[in-house]
C-alpha cells in the first residue's frame, strides 16, 4: 500500500509539473472575433462613462480632409505570423488603409515589438494577439487599445479620423474587438514614454502594410 501511495504521488508531481511547463510556455494566445476567445483587460481597469460599446467612434462631419491628412493616425499590430487572425488583420489594412499600419513581430527576441506587447502582459492589459495599438502622433498620445480580429473598413476609417474616444493623458480606452472593456490607466506624465515604447519604438522593428 505504501508504494502505491508513493507511486501515486510521484504522478501526481509529474503531471503538476508538466501542467505548469504548458502553461509558461503560453505566451500569447489567439484572439479573433469571438469575445469568448480573448482576456478581458485588467480586473482594476475602469470603464470611461462616456464610451459607448457598440457602435465605435462615429463619422467625423467637422474635420476636413486637409485636417485628416495632417493628423495622420497610425495603427502598429502586435502579433505573430503563425496568428491566422494577425495575418487576417495583416491582409485587411494592406488592402483596405494602405499605408497607416505597421505590422509588429513579437516573437523576435530582444526587439521592440517583443518589449512592447511584454509591457502590455505585464500590465495586464491582453495576452493575446493581435492586440492593435492606435497611436496619435501629433498628440504623441495612445489613443485606444484593440484586442482581437476586426475586419470592418468603416469602423477602422472612423478610428484614424477621430480616434478612439474616451482616451487622454491617463486613460487609455482597452476595447475587445469592436466592444470596451477597460482602460489602461496612465500615471500623469507617463504618457510619453509608454507612446515611445508602443508608438514610436517599435516602427524600427515593423514593417508598413500597403
Not at 488592402?95 to 511584454?118: M, N, Q, V, W
Not at 484586442?147 to 479620423?161: H, P
Request: hydrophobic share 40%.
Amino acid at each position: 500500500m505504501p508504494s502505491r501511495v508513493l507511486t501515486a504521488g510521484i504522478l501526481v508531481a509529474v503531471l503538476s509539473t508538466a501542467l505548469l511547463a504548458l502553461l509558461l510556455a503560453l505566451d500569447h494566445i489567439y484572439a479573433g472575433e469571438a469575445a469568448t476567445t480573448v482576456p478581458a483587460a485588467s480586473t482594476t481597469a475602469t470603464t470611461p462613462q462616456a464610451i459607448s460599446p457598440l457602435p465605435g467612434p462615429a463619422a467625423s462631419t467637422t474635420t476636413t480632409s486637409s485636417q485628416q491628412e495632417l493628423h495622420k493616425r497610425i495603427v502598429v499590430i502586435l502579433g505573430t505570423r503563425s496568428c491566422p487572425h494577425c495575418r487576417a488583420m495583416e491582409a485587411f489594412f494592406q488592402e483596405e488603409l494602405p499605408g497607416r499600419t505597421y505590422f509588429c513581430e513579437i516573437t523576435e527576441k530582444g526587439s521592440s515589438c517583443e518589449a512592447a506587447f511584454s509591457l502590455l502582459v505585464s500590465k495586464r492589459v491582453t495576452m493575446a494577439v493581435p492586440t492593435i495599438v492606435v497611436c496619435d502622433p501629433i498628440k504623441r498620445i495612445v489613443e485606444g487599445i484593440v484586442i482581437g480580429e476586426y475586419r470592418n473598413a468603416t469602423w477602422w476609417r472612423n478610428v484614424l479620423e477621430k480616434g478612439l474616444p474616451g482616451g487622454n493623458e491617463t486613460s487609455i480606452p482597452v476595447y475587445m474587438v469592436n466592444r470596451i472593456t477597460g482602460a489602461m490607466e496612465v500615471e500623469p506624465g507617463a504618457m510619453e514614454k509608454l507612446y515611445g515604447v508602443l508608438c514610436n519604438d517599435t516602427l524600427a522593428d515593423t514593417r508598413l502594410l500597403g
